[in-house]
């Protein structure tokens, strides 16, 4: 490893996989984009020749070189990367598609009418304005509501992933500005993500970021794991994703060498392929919603049988004797048994009972998706998971014990970095309110109103002022027909976005912004080891500016330009942000490069911390020393603070609660509206990976073989799902790999409502959130339960629309 820069003799760092032929490799990747250079801003200037070799570029779903022809992006991912995302490849036409927003534009009616609340929708006009007009409209705008009725009637809380850059990350930018130039703004908490998990975790374990990201890594699953059973599966497809940056795949390879040494893999999932072919997996298809029970099955055979580890629960646990009451029904007169279990789950009860013996047999590892708490009462299977662990014993030992949503992301299974990674200082919030981030249409639809939240109630604001960049609410909310009357309550509605999103249509003010590969940024994530240099790849598109030059336009009308920009141009910002890791890695005596190095090497390597463990390692090995953070300082089973607050919907401690929304004769079905395997969320989906998978340019709706006989749908059928909240069109494919009695739906298409259609507004494109419930979790938690929902289907022989999403709206010009 002599030759990886990232090392230096003697250093106890080390910094991970590379091997020599990889180091090589890398070095023949920095010679191709040694030259890439500035000046590629304006569309007129001619091309620079170092973007015909290649430019260094990271995105959330993986690292790579990329090469503009004019046309086309050519892309190579990263020479380390020994499993690049196929979501790569929806870069390659992105740039010029028709989909892209090429000029400012504002809503016809609220040019005519001035602010105020008015129904929306998606065929108004909207008329391009020079950026200049467009500037003045929202610093108007903006200082009026302001000045009226102060920062607290702005919502910035503005959720969503937005792209990779450590620099242009949007959510970033936009609270930079709202705080610095405007006194702040209504945030949101918590994310769509683990909104449940991030408010249970806390209060009976310990923080969310250690349990799931410093926690149990794939190396100790390799060496020492002999069984995992993972509650969701730990599907490739979402561990391709890291917010930040990844610049290697390492999951599938993971599971294949730690199935090949006999670590036994189970997976508990409504769907088969939750699991890679490589973890070589045993399926238990599992009723959506019913994890709990399962859960309790296995421990109340733990217990009746006497194999849980009661030494382990006496030292480290509070409330055992509470909880287990509850379960040999002394309580409440109902033994949770595997047999119960059974009725609820669909799975047998002499495969709980093995399972249950199985799991203390060797070292067993027990993992929860982020899926199961998106779900009402997702508080549940979050807690009752890492109790169950707590019985098994075997928390804190390497390889063993919990592992909050590892496998569901690529941050998890891996070491974190020994450096920390450049963030843009954000400011400070000089607004005090706030939301649980699900909680966006009740706050619209309620001002004034009442909630409870995590053990105090709070007081919905009234909100005149909406102002998006990064994120798509049409994709990540709930029960879109409602959030569309939720928005029309607003005064204006400002979104700056880099395509035509249903979020961007539905705008009064629509700002043009570049794609990541239009402009020049630092990549990084806390558990990737290297810091990548995102070059320029091809000149913006149009009219697109940058998040950060139209915020800094809108600090200068304001007043506050030197305050938000701090007199840094882009790229001084980047050496400036730089500069914290250049120092840490210098005082580690590590290779710590200047700036302009870094930009010409097209990255470097970042060391990472030892695999230690993390908290519960230390817990384990003196749980006096180092105690958990929670009020007892160990794992609580009952939580004496959770009883104090007296909610119904989530008890003192893990309880079987099902969801208030069960299937019926009306709605049979249970809608599965989980993460996209071919995209991330809504992103590029006009774009050609993604649409390669949608049949007859809709998404697909796979259905187990028996419910589509029963109902007369054959292979390629196009369908329409429907509740009473909402009904979408999708195209079906039969599929074994999914259970009866449910449908799998992906979210991410972009919602695109036929309004006039019989059933209401019908979504043509197959958007399963015109399905989903927007309700909370519970009052602990409030967080979003958008992952099941009950529905019906339906062959639909009548004609329906063909898909415009995708498409420049009818009164913006397309495209060149
Ligand atoms: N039914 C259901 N719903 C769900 C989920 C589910 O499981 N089921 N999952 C939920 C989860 S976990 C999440 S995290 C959310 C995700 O929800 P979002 O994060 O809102 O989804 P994205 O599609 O990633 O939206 C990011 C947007 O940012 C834009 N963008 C990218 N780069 C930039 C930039 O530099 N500047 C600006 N201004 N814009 C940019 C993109 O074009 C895109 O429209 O969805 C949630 N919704
Ligand atoms: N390709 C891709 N990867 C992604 C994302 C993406 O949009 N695209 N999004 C990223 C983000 S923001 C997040 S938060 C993570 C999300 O991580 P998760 O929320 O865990 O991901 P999902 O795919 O929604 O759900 C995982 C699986 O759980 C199963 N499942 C659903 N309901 C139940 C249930 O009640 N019980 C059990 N046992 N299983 C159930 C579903 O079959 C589903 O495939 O993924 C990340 N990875
Ligand atoms: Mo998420």
Redesign the pocket.
């Known amino acids: 490893m002599s030759n990886n820069p990232g090392f230096s003799k003697g250093r106890r760092l080390h910094i991970g996989l590379i091997q020599p032929r990889a180091a090589i490799l890398m070095d023949s990747f920095h010679r191709s984009t040694r030259h890439a250079g500035r000046g590629l801003a304006e569309p007129q200037m001619p091309r620079n020749p170092s973007i015909a070799a290649g430019a260094s570029h990271a995105s959330?779903?993986g690292s790579f070189s990329a090469r503009w022809d004019g046309d086309r992006v050519q892309l190579t991912p990263h020479p380390e990367d020994p499993a690049p995302?196929p979501?790569l490849g929806n870069f390659a036409d992105a740039l010029r598609h028709q989909a892209r927003i090429l000029r400012p534009m504002v809503r016809r009616g609220w040019l005519d009418h001035g602010p105020g609340p008015r129904h929306r929708d998606f065929s108004n006009d909207l008329v391009p304005v020079s950026w200049e007009t467009a500037l003045s409209l929202v610093a108007t705008e903006i200082a009026r509501v302001r000045d009226s009725y102060g920062p607290e009637a702005v919502y910035g809380g503005s959720y969503g992933?937005s792209s990779a850059g450590r620099f242009h990350h949007a959510q970033s930018q936009i609270h930079r500005f709202h705080n610095v130039v405007c006194g702040g703004y209504v945030r949101s908490v918590n994310?769509?993500?683990?909104g449940a998990s991030a408010v249970i975790l806390p209060r009976v374990m310990g923080p969310f970021e250690p349990l799931s990201r410093h926690n149990v890594t794939w190396d100790q699953i390799c060496a020492h794991t002999d069984m995992v059973l993972a509650?969701?599966?730990m599907?490739i497809?979402?561990?391709?994703?890291a917010?930040g940056g990844i610049t290697r795949h390492v999951e599938a390879d993971a599971m294949a060498r730690a199935a090949a040494r006999g670590t036994e893999f189970w997976?508990?999932?409504?769907?088969r392929?939750?699991m890679p072919e490589a973890a070589e997996a045993r399926w238990l298809p599992?009723?959506?919603?019913?994890?709990v029970a399962?859960m309790l099955g296995l421990a109340h055979t733990l217990l009746t049988e006497a194999l849980y580890d009661s030494s382990f629960v006496a030292r480290y646990c509070v409330g055992f004797e509470r909880f287990a009451s509850y379960l040999t029904g002394e309580a409440d007169g109902l033994p949770k048994s595997a047999d119960w279990a059974a009725e609820i789950t669909g799975i047998g009860a002499d495969a709980m009972r093995m399972l249950a013996r199985r799991l203390v047999e060797g070292r067993s590892l027990i993992t929860?998706?982020?899926?199961?708490?998106?779900?009402q009462f997702g508080e549940q299977?979050v807690w009752m998971a890492a109790t169950l662990a707590a019985m098994v014993g075997q928390i804190g030992l390497p390889g063993g014990g919990f592992n909050y949503?590892l496998?569901?992301?690529?941050h998890t299974g891996r070491q974190i970095n020994a450096v920390p990674i450049p963030t843009l200082p954000q400011g400070r919030n000089g607004v005090s309110t706030f939301i649980p981030v699900a909680r966006i249409a009740d706050m619209l639809l309620n001002p004034g109103g009442v909630f409870a939240f995590n053990g105090a109630t709070y007081v919905y604001p009234r909100v005149r002022l909406i102002h998006w960049a990064g994120g798509n609410p049409f994709h990540h909310h709930q029960d879109l027909n409602r959030l569309r009357r939720a928005f029309s309550e607003a005064d204006t509605i400002i979104v700056q976005e880099s395509a035509w999103t249903p979020m961007a249509r539905f705008a009064d003010i629509v700002l043009p912004v570049t794609m990541t590969l239009e402009r020049e940024d630092i990549g990084a994530a806390a558990t990737d080891p290297r810091l990548i240099a995102m070059r320029q790849v091809a000149p913006p598109i149009g009219e697109a500016r940058d998040d950060f030059v139209i915020f800094s336009a809108l600090a200068a009308r304001l007043g506050l330009e030197a305050a938000f920009t701090e007199g840094r141009s882009v790229r001084e910002w980047l050496a400036h942000l730089y500069e914290q890791t250049q120092e840490a890695l210098e005082n580690a005596g590590l290779f710590a490069p200047s700036f302009e190095e870094f930009w010409e090497r097209g990255e470097i390597p970042l060391p990472s911390a030892p695999d230690d463990g993390g908290l519960l390692r230390a817990f384990r090995a003196d749980p006096q020393a180092a105690p958990l953070p929670t009020p007892s300082g160990r794992i609580e089973i009952f939580s004496e603070t959770i009883a104090g607050f007296g909610y119904d919907d989530c008890p003192g401690h893990p309880t079987w609660l099902p969801s208030e929304e069960q299937p019926s004769a009306q709605t049979p079905l249970t809608l599965?509206?989980?993460?996209?395997?071919?995209?991330?969320?809504s992103?590029l989906d006009f774009a050609a990976h993604s649409q390669s998978h949608k049949q007859k340019g809709r998404e697909v709706v796979r259905i187990n073989p028996n419910d589509a006989l029963e109902r007369g749908i054959g292979d390629g059928d196009l369908v329409r799902l429907f509740n009473a909240r909402g009904a979408c069109v999708a195209s079906a494919r039969l599929s074994a790999d999914v259970m009866p009695g449910v449908l799998?739906l992906?979210?991410?298409a972009w919602y695109d409502p036929e309004d006039e259609a019989p059933e209401g507004p019908l979504c043509v494109h197959g958007n399963p959130n015109v399905l989903t419930r927007d309700v909370g979790t519970s009052q602990l938690a409030q967080a979003c339960c958008g992952?099941?929902t009950v529905v019906d289907i339906a062959r639909h022989d009548r004609p329906v629309r063909e898909v415009l999403a995708h498409r420049p709206p009818a009164f913006a010009e397309a495209a060149p």
């Not at 497809?237 to 994703?241: A, G, L, T």
């Not at 599992?286 to 994890?291: F, K, N, S, V």
């Not at 599965?672 to 969320?681: D, E, I, W």
């Open positions: 959330h779903w995302s979501i992933w994310s769509y993500s683990a509650f969701g599966g599907p497809k979402n561990s391709m994703i917010s997976s508990v999932s409504p769907l392929d939750d599992i009723r959506p919603g019913t994890d399962m929860v998706a982020h899926s199961l708490q998106r779900a299977p949503a496998g569901a992301m690529g599965v509206a989980n993460q996209p395997a071919t995209r991330l969320h992103q799998h992906p979210t991410g992952q099941v």
